[in-house]
């Protein structure tokens, strides 16, 4: 995610944190009681308590994932909460059902633990004062309780809209369980918003934005998805290619970019594939350092590749979770060619309400010109 750093890592998860998140812990401690009703160290580190807790919640998430052989990507923490993102959605409704109840369940765990624990080492849980700063246990169990009950409303992309959408599609079409789900998160949200307006609640009504859009994000990716099909990654790559060397100038790749559609350059040193030039890398660093830098000292060298027998879809997918906008196609060693995000949009463009099966099955390809 865009301006967000790793501050470590949890059972080899990066843990990320977004720059926005770092600017609550700043306002809280300077700006302090207005904010979450206590201000300075004592803010500080409460909040630093919830994002623990939070962590918690994606990290259950993750775990169940995992077991599912689903990868994590990474966790990252913004203000108004964490995403744990995967690298696939998972196929099957069941498991989606229970990758997504992880999280609320983990946190009612949570909740009840602290609770369990201050009883037995005598600690007196003042629910009462919770809401106005009384007494800190009380308040992160009534944090994590809140946690779990926000995530469960069945809201895209909270949890419980994941949930609504798993149960769905155990009856429906995929696409038509995402849009249901999607329509009645987009409901909440806006009753979410005019609640936050009526209430003058700023935090409410930033939530009631970050699930409709989210709910909108939701469904864009699953039409583009269902209408990848069973499409494959050698049905659409890119084989036409032109290719550079590591001791090439960016001048040279400059002057290939100006003389064809290609926007990335694979990074070839005889017929192994060491990097990736990308268009905005080379107009940046074009500008920057002008046409005799070198490509091997700036290209991407670490990138996620497929097979010409890697769904489409999961390319896609992969794509959204790693942000660099283009992926190689190899057989072994071999590149065989690239797929990038705009064909895959030109592959939907073509096929979105149209079965292009006829592709696949009639594919006449030649070996990448590389
Ligand atoms: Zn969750």
Redesign the pocket.
């Known amino acids: 995610m865009k301006w967000s750093f790793k501050i470590g890592s949890i059972m080899g998860i990066p843990l990320q944190v977004h720059l926005t998140f770092l600017l609550l812990l700043l306002l809280i401690f300077f700006a302090g009681t207005s904010v979450i009703g206590m201000g300075g160290l004592y803010g500080v580190i409460f909040v630093i308590l919830i994002f623990a807790s939070v962590v918690f ?2 990290l ?2 993750a775990v169940v994932a995992r077991h599912f052989g689903i990868a994590v990507q990474d966790i990252t923490l913004l203000p108004i ?2 995403v ?1 993102r995967m690298v696939k959605t998972p196929d099957k409704p069941t498991q989606e059902i229970l990758v ?1 109840a ?3 369940f983990s ?1 009612l765990v949570l909740a009840f633990s602290l609770w369990f624990v201050a009883y037995l080492i005598g600690i007196d849980v003042k629910f009462a004062e919770a809401e106005k700063g009384g007494n800190l246990v009380a308040q992160l169990i009534f944090v994590n309780v809140a ?1 779990a009950i926000f ?1 469960l409303l069945p809201a895209f992309p ?2 419980g809209g994941r949930v609504l959408r798993g149960f769905l599609s155990l009856y429906l079409a995929p696409y038509k369980a995402t849009r249901i789900a999607v329509s009645v998160g987009q409901i909440f949200a806006i009753g979410l918003f005019f609640l936050g307006l009526y209430s003058m609640n700023f935090f409410m009504i930033l939530i009631a934005l970050f699930v409709y859009l989210g709910a909108e994000a939701e469904e864009r990716q699953t039409t583009i998805v269902s209408s990848l099909g069973v499409a494959n990654a050698g049905t659409a790559m890119i084989t036409d290619l032109e290719t550079i060397t590591p001791d090439d100038s960016i001048g040279h790749a400059a002057e290939l970019y100006c003389r064809s559609f290609q926007q990335d350059f694979p990074v070839m040193e005889g017929s192994r594939l060491k990097g990736i030039l990308t268009r905005d890398l080379l107009t940046e660093t074009l500008h920057q350092k002008g046409p005799s830098a070198r490509v091997k000292d700036i290209m991407i060298t670490d990138f996620e590749f497929v097979n010409e027998q890697t769904p489409l879809s999961e390319v896609f997918q992969k794509i959204q979770t790693t942000g660099l906008k283009v992926v190689p196609v190899l057989k072994g060693v071999e590149l065989r060619g690239l797929i990038t995000l705009e064909q895959i949009g030109r592959y939907h463009m073509l096929c979105s309400g149209y079965s292009c099966d006829f592709l696949q099955a009639g594919k006449t390809r030649q070996t990448a010109t590389v």
């Open positions: 919640h994606e259950s998430h909460g964490g744990a997504s992880a999280g609320p946190s946690l995530n909270m949890d």
